[in-house]
């Protein structure tokens, strides 16, 4: 996506997400001037209008000339991206509605080399029987005539060209604002006396092996004596024996 300074950028957001999507986008309006962007440029579309007046969008600092509801059903959708014009930017933040694959081969073909996907992770997942199949092909079309497809870290960029080919223009996204402020949040913690605190660990967040949860359980034994809760999520991919171990 070259030269896009004088374009708008849209950027489409599962709405039901409200753990994930609102806060994703906070970090892009705290950290504009550090990611080098004109807030100006960017629309922030959530697709989901029953949440329209939830408070979690209700509080964004952003003007709501600037943030979309729009109904996931392939209707709207597909009208809403109909209309974009194929010169401005598109970028897709997980890919969770199947069909948003074949109203992209349909209604933004000329408009693909404008347009990019950031994988969550679990949107990698294979589709399940004939039709999951379909999306899974029409998938594949669409994302290697993309300008950009990116994941989050580099086992879901392993799995992505080796599902959809391994030509694809792949690039590695973030949405934390850590990656700015981590300097500031490991000084303030040199002096601190960590004997005195109780202290709550997430290890990842599902039950793929790539979160290292035996290796950082090993590494914790060393506190062995110190007050720590440790949570694992394992929610998903259906990983049994990975879990039962």
Not at 2 to 24: S, V
């Amino acid at each position: 996506m070259k030269d896009i300074q004088d374009k708008k950028i849209y950027h489409l957001f599962p709405g039901n997400m409200k753990h994930h999507t609102p806060n994703m986008i906070k970090y892009f309006l705290m950290y504009a001037t550090q990611l080098e962007i004109n807030i100006e440029q960017h629309y922030f579309v959530i697709m989901s209008k029953n949440d329209e007046n939830d408070i979690v969008y209700a509080e964004l600092d952003i003007s709501s000339t600037k943030i979309i509801f729009l109904d996931e059903t392939t209707k709207e959708l597909k009208f809403f991206i109909s209309e974009i014009d194929k010169k401005n930017a598109l970028i897709l933040h997980s890919s969770f509605i199947k069909h948003i694959w074949s109203i992209l081969l349909i209604n933004r073909f000329r408009g693909l080399k404008n347009t990019a996907w950031i994988s969550w992770g679990a949107d990698l997942l294979p589709g399940k029987g004939l039709k999951g199949k379909v999306y899974d092909f029409i998938k594949g079309i669409v994302i290697n005539k993309m300008a950009a497809v990116s994941t989050l870290d580099e086992y879901d960029s392993l799995l992505m060209k080796k599902r959809f080919g391994p030509n694809i223009i792949d690039t590695r996204a973030f949405y934390s604002q850590y990656d700015f402020a981590w300097k500031d949040i490991v000084s303030n913690c040199d002096d601190y006396d960590y004997s005195k605190k109780e202290f709550n660990i997430l290890i990842g967040n599902s039950a793929w092996p790539e979160n290292k949860h035996f290796e950082i359980i090993n590494k914790l034994k060393n506190f062995k004596d110190s007050k720590i809760n440790i949570y694992c999520p394992l929610g998903y991919p259906s990983n049994t024996e990975y879990k039962t171990e």
